[in-house]
């Protein structure tokens, strides 16, 4: 089984796929005046079989959106996530320092996942050390793929047309490592880091 930790695509017909479905305030959406009743719809879903992580969600220092407010936003999210016992996906550009703050602050139960991630290895060293797993998409460092513990490694799709296959395969080469036992070794993360969930 394929697994697309992060996709905005819905997908159909596709029987060897499995896309973790999360819900969340991503930090460009945030609307002051919306905040209280989105969260709440997000703690009344988040309970659902379907619904396998919040987010994504995070802090953004490049969007518009107050840093402060959004600080607010993502620690609710981060209580919901401890509430229902289940992961936590995160979006963090130019943030890394107060992500770290947080985890330490809230010292999580469930995973922490950074989406998208595109740093340098030691940014991605840093993370992992701190207990962060990072989701690989599309285009990545591959000497940080190269220097994390795979057992700390997800891929996604996230915003891109391409096919979750077609990152497995090169992520594989990038790692010197058969396509098949990649599968199979994000499939055992999978069951660690959703353990609270085993309906994936």
């Known amino acids: 089984m394929y697994y697309d930790l992060h996709t905005h695509h819905f997908l159909e017909g596709n029987g060897d796929i499995c896309a973790i479905v999360s819900i969340g305030i991503h930090p460009w959406y945030i609307e002051e005046e919306n905040i209280e009743k989105e969260l709440d719809l997000i703690e009344k879903y988040a309970t659902s079989s379907n619904i396998k992580a919040i987010g994504e969600c995070g802090l953004d220092k490049l969007c518009e959106t107050d840093f402060e407010l959004q600080k607010k936003v993502f620690l609710s999210q981060i209580s919901i996530s401890e509430k229902v016992k289940k992961p936590l996906i995160i979006h963090c550009v130019k943030s890394f320092d107060e992500m770290v703050f947080f985890k330490k602050k809230s010292n999580p139960t469930q995973a922490w996942i950074i989406h998208g991630f595109r740093g340098k290895p030691q940014q991605a060293k840093q993370l992992i050390e701190q207990g962060f797993y990072l989701s690989f998409g599309l285009h990545y460092n591959e000497q940080s793929l190269q220097n994390i513990p795979i057992e700390k490694v997800f891929f996604e799709t996230d915003?891109?047309?391409?096919?979750?296959?077609?990152?497995?395969?090169?992520?594989?080469?990038?790692?010197?490592?058969?396509?098949?036992?990649?599968?199979?070794?994000?499939?055992?993360?999978?069951?660690?880091?959703?353990?609270?969930?085993?309906?994936?």
């Open 159 to 200: 915003d891109s047309d391409c096919d979750i296959r077609t990152i497995y395969k090169n992520a594989a080469k990038t790692l010197n490592i058969s396509e098949k036992n990649l599968i199979r070794q994000i499939e055992e993360n999978v069951n660690s880091c959703f353990a609270s969930d085993r309906q994936l």
